[in-house]
């Protein structure tokens, strides 16, 4: 028998979602994580994590010292010919998918009591009275306080009509991203990013010796291509001798690509009908350093500092609402900000190639750039 009423309410399971699931039972709170997927399983995702997150998943329960993750000490991009730069990343990371993170986080919110729904689809999440009520294919449930964790692009935005579903197609909002598991002779120590026409693509070592790739490209790359992805890779990711070198020799561990579509870095807002919104849904980073993840993470852990003064009866609904936008675009918005601005250099023949030369040459300014990419330790 599931119960009908909690404490805080959240809907969608990813590391938002699950690390913020975690902090609420910890704190005593009833808490419900609605997820559409079952656990585990894989996402679209570059699965590189810097280090300003370790801490913190130690913290939540995740033993990362014991898993002996792959430490990524250094970046390397090539431009669309395959000329490569090598930099250093001054806080550095880790690798780890995202079908062994969640599925461990799962696990921990498990052990913490919280209520865990799975191949469950949420219809709707409106607010009455003070109160959310979040209907789903098999239940109805309420709650006092409500966080949005569903990702990029779900029902509820379309529902919701949120601006950016809303807006036309342009170079922030048209993209597709695919992403394979594959075994290849990758540096441990390397996150890769290697240009081509419209897009890029990230290499990293995961545990047991894996490699992910995931890259990001237009979806009229596709479209020009048939629709095909193996034909866009052959016609369009192999003018990079470097993609080809991989794509062509690697023992692919998937049957097929995993790929989503209609990706958006448009702007988002951060409160939506009262809910607050953490992870993809508050606002997504290009992927130039696998730092979504640990702004999703950090804005759980915003979300629920705020949440817990609130049901505490410290600050009132419209102050935590105001006061986690206010956190939120203080912790996040530069980052996006650099983000796009680095997106724009890269996937053209010329302007890539000009952007690499110019910080190979500038020490001082490529370290500036990779720091903007990511926070401090939370």
Request: hydrophobic share 40%.
């Amino acid at each position: 028998m599931v119960d009908t009423f909690y404490d805080i309410a959240i809907a969608g399971g990813g590391l938002a979602g699950l690390t913020l699931a975690i902090q609420s039972a910890d704190a005593g709170y009833k808490t419900l994580l609605v997820e559409k997927e079952q656990y585990p399983f894989h996402k679209v995702c570059g699965e590189y994590i810097s280090n300003e997150s370790a801490a913190f998943l130690q913290r939540v329960g995740m033993p990362l010292q014991k898993l002996q993750l792959p430490q990524i000490k250094s970046l390397q991009i090539s431009n669309c010919k395959g000329k490569a730069y090598g930099f250093n990343l001054p806080l550095g990371g880790f690798g780890i998918s995202r079908h062994t993170l969640d599925h461990a986080l799962y696990n921990i919110a498990l052990s913490k009591g919280v209520t865990v729904l799975t191949q469950t689809k949420i219809a709707d999440i409106t607010f009455n009275n003070d109160l959310f009520t979040f209907t789903t294919n098999q239940h109805g449930f309420t709650a006092k306080c409500a966080v949005g964790s569903f990702g990029k692009r779900s029902n509820l935005d379309v529902k919701w009509k949120r601006p950016f579903i809303a807006s036309k197609t342009s170079g922030l909002n048209n993209y597709i991203g695919v992403k394979y598991h594959i075994r290849y002779p990758h540096d441990p120590t390397l996150i890769a990013l290697h240009n081509f026409s419209n897009g890029y693509c990230g290499i990293s070592n995961i545990e047991d010796g894996k490699t992910c790739l995931c890259y990001l490209t237009t979806a009229q790359n596709l479209q020009q291509n048939g629709n095909s992805i193996k034909q866009m890779e052959e016609n369009v990711l192999f003018k990079n001798p470097r993609l080809q070198q991989i794509l062509s020799t690697a023992d692919f561990l998937y049957q097929a690509p995993l790929a989503i579509s209609q990706v958006s870095f448009a702007q988002k807002s951060q409160v939506e009908n009262h809910l607050l919104m953490a992870g993809d849904a508050a606002g997504l980073i290009t992927p130039l350093c696998g730092n979504g993840m640990s702004m999703a993470m950090h804005a759980g852990k915003l979300a629920f500092n705020n949440m817990h003064l609130f049901l505490q009866g410290k600050i009132s609904r419209s102050f935590m609402e105001q006061r986690y936008a206010a956190e939120w675009r203080k912790h996040f918005s530069s980052r996006l900000f650099t983000g796009r601005l680095v997106q724009s250099a890269f996937g053209g023949d010329t302007s890539t190639a000009l952007f690499l030369h110019l910080i190979s040459k500038n020490t001082w300014l490529a370290q500036k750039l990779i720091s903007a990419t990511h926070g401090t330790a939370f």
